[in-house]
């Protein structure tokens, strides 16, 4: 019944958590942020994130732009760590923005659930990151040729969870609302956005996060599962 499947790409094909901890794995060291008084990386790792969290939300709510999110979330960080240093915050902040989508970690079984669903439906991702990155981590994860359309929230002026989106999205690739489902594993930004259009959807849940949602279309917690499923 499906012809069209819309894929979200961080957290879900791209392995975000992984690849985003690599870099700032490697910016610790590079900036030897020991020698500022930050001893434990993996708590600068766990603050950067809890800023990064809050600054996203905001920009998802459209309340913060871009370049805000992205010069802030070290600045603020640094500053809890008492490093007051408007140069090395912004390093840091176009260092990650040029290392990241140059990591390559995906889930697994991406490959081989892309390749047996390429031959069966049409495949396209649905992304709230930006646009310069996105295209990059897909080229560079070599996965970009599985799908026909990649559409960004930069692209449309509207970001998930929002219908236009979702609207524009099928409109751009002729995909009516009923042969079409959303695989992502965001419950608000892809679950709850893709049925509000009427569009069936897969939870990529893979910590197997508790929830209170009953009438999700599909869940699984590992990509493997979706062969059994398309
Ligand atoms: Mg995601």
């Not at 957290?11 to 930050?38: C, H, P, Q």
């Not at 990650?96 to 490959?111: A, Q």
């Not at 990059?136 to 449309?156: A, C, G, H, P, R």
């Amino acid at each position: 019944m499906y012809k069209h499947i819309f894929f979200d790409l961080d957290r879900t094909l791209w392995d975000f958590e992984k690849n985003s901890d690599e870099v700032l794995n490697e910016l610790y060291e590079k900036y030897n942020l020991f020698s500022y008084g930050i001893d434990d990386c993996n708590k600068f790792i766990k603050r950067y994130k809890f800023h990064n969290e809050k600054l996203w939300s905001l920009y998802r709510q459209n309340k913060i732009e871009k370049e805000k999110l992205r010069d802030e979330r070290f600045k603020i960080t640094l500053e809890e760590f008492s490093v007051n240093c408007d140069v090395l915050a912004s390093n840091l902040g176009s260092d990650y923005i040029l290392l990241c989508p140059k990591k390559t970690n995906l889930f697994p079984y991406v490959h081989s659930t892309l390749n047996y669903l390429q031959n069966r439906y049409n495949l396209h991702i649905i992304t709230n990151g930006f646009e310069e990155v996105q295209y990059q981590k897909l080229e560079n994860s070599n996965i970009i040729d599985y799908f026909n359309q990649i559409i960004t929230s930069e692209q449309v002026g509207f970001k998930k969870p929002s219908s236009e989106i979702f609207i524009f999205s099928m409109q751009k690739t002729f995909a009516k609302n009923s042969e079409s489902i959303m695989i992502g594993d965001d419950l608000y930004a892809d679950i709850y956005g893709a049925k509000e259009v009427g569009m069936d959807q897969v939870y990529f849940n893979p910590l197997k996060h508790k929830h209170t949602i009953s009438n999700i279309t599909f869940e699984i917690n590992c990509l493997s599962q979706l062969e059994g499923i398309l």
